[in-house]
């Protein structure tokens, strides 16, 4: 297990679209997702932020993706396959420009369809702050950023500034239904 450096926006991985995974309980991936859980876990440690990482952020052009919010959850070839009805606007901010948020919109349901390390496919719905993760992680694996997404006018801000003038409460707003022109800039 290593913990790597993460790569930052500009890298040109960042942009890569990563390659599927045919063997989800190889020693390799096994390797990679201990990798990313121990890289999630020193960020946590150092920041106290963090619920995911996704494989291009340590240099593995892979579709693998790792969260640890309520348990140790790892995504072998996560796929969004529908979204609700609803969007919503949520600063965003990620490991690889940790200085900065920006606002995007986002579905605010998703069903996420995926692998687990023994193979096995599973689909789940989720919905808010989890599904606003799912969708900045899957497009990691799909070399698309936040900053591809920025939403509105002024959607980018320095951390450092947007905690002097938001709050937690700001975050996110509240789900409103999705007309044609909104659903253009979703997935």
């Known amino acids: 297990m290593t913990i790597h450096r993460i790569r930052l926006l500009g890298d040109p991985i960042l942009r890569t679209k990563c390659a599927t995974i045919s063997h989800p309980g190889s020693a390799a991936v096994r390797m990679i997702v201990d990798d990313l859980r121990e890289t999630l876990r020193d960020w946590q440690s150092r920041f106290g932020t963090g619920r995911a990482i996704a494989a291009p952020q340590i240099g593995a052009p892979v579709r693998i993706v790792y969260v640890e919010m309520d348990r140790p959850w790892p995504l072998i070839n996560p796929e969004i396959v529908d979204i609700g009805t609803e969007d919503f606007i949520v600063w965003d901010d990620c490991f690889s420009f940790p200085n900065m948020l920006v606002r995007v919109q986002r579905a605010y349901r998703v069903r996420l369809k995926y692998q687990d390390m023994r193979d096995a496919v599973h689909e789940i719905e989720l919905d808010g702050d989890r599904a606003e993760l799912i969708q900045h992680e899957v497009d990691h694996l799909d070399g698309v950023l936040a900053v591809d997404r920025a939403h509105g006018t002024d959607p980018i801000c320095l951390r450092e500034e947007w905690n002097r003038w938001y709050t937690s409460n ?18």
């Open 170 to 187: 700001d975050r996110c707003t509240t789900p409103e239904l999705r007309t044609e022109h909104l659903h253009s800039n979703i997935l």
